[in-house]
């Protein structure tokens, strides 16, 4: 199984980057793992939240595959202790899940078919708001 983490963003916080590698190195011990951005095209200025998350949707949908496992990580999503999630992905990894992938929404959240479309939608919010923000940046870091 291969773990991928998608974020829907610009990059930045260069000073995540450190952690980003060291959290990485951990579980390619486990599985490997990739880590992929979706940087929004340049809009109009005018355009409405609800269609920049249409374009992120679309965006996502053409990259993934029919067979993938999508978890959404939405504050609205099931809340996991960090024993439950490590649990969650070694059952799928026995469950021979080609490709499982975490996606962390843009600034307006996830679109609604994404959402649909996920397998599982988690929060990370409970963990409190500097966690959360470092969730977020994290994935943007890696290149």
Known sequence: MKLECWALGKPHESFVAEGVKDFTRRIENYYPVEWKIFQPKKMAGNITPEKIKEKEAKAIQAALKEDDWLVSL????????SRKLADFIGDRGNESVRRLIFLIGGAYGIEESLLNWSKLC???RPFGARICSYCRALPRQCR
């Open 74 to 81: 939405d504050e609205h999503g099931r809340t996991m202790t």
């Open 122 to 124: 988690c929060r990370i």
